[in-house]
């Protein structure tokens, strides 16, 4: 896993898919900046201790932000109204970054599950 690929992924995606996702980049690196940055499934992962903990994708009409776990979205319950879910997602506008608290919360959802 390297920096590269997600420097790679971003970079061929349009304006402002590309934009909103750096920025969430940057929310998820705050929260664990010892993160290890790379493509898990053919998008963008990181890893904390081996574990996948955070990822993100780009898709046609919409962002999603992947915990890598059915627990996390569920653990956040009511904190996530507004935004459209699926057991392992969180999908949100092309040109609107998620909140740097909302991001927060769900990186440390993730870290609890794994025990960090």
């Given at each position: 896993?390297?920096?590269?690929?997600?420097?790679?992924?971003?970079?061929?995606?349009?304006?402002?898919?590309?934009?909103?996702?750096?920025?969430?980049?940057?929310?998820?690196?705050?929260?664990?900046?010892d993160?290890?940055?790379?493509?898990?499934?053919?998008?963008?992962?990181?890893?904390?201790?081996?574990?996948?903990?955070?990822?993100?994708a780009?898709?046609?009409?919409?962002?999603?932000?992947?915990p890598?776990?059915?627990?996390?979205?569920?653990?956040?319950?009511?904190?996530?109204?507004?935004?459209?879910?699926?057991?392992?997602?969180?999908?949100?506008?092309?040109?609107?970054?998620?909140?740097?608290?909302?991001?927060?919360?769900?990186?440390?959802?993730?870290?609890?599950?794994?025990?960090?």
């Amino acid at each position: 896993m390297t920096v590269d690929e997600v420097d790679a992924y971003l970079a061929a995606l349009e304006e402002p898919k590309r934009t909103t996702l750096e920025a969430l980049r940057r929310s998820i690196l705050a929260v664990v900046p010892d993160a290890e940055e790379g493509i898990s499934y053919g998008m963008p992962a990181f890893r904390v201790d081996g574990n996948v903990v955070a990822g993100f994708a780009a898709f046609k009409n919409h962002l999603a932000y992947l915990p890598h776990s059915g627990q996390v979205l569920t653990m956040l319950g009511d904190r996530l109204t507004g935004y459209q879910c699926t057991k392992g997602s969180l999908h949100f506008p092309i040109d609107e970054p998620l909140p740097d608290d909302v991001v927060k919360r769900l990186v440390l959802a993730k870290l609890q599950i794994i025990g960090r």
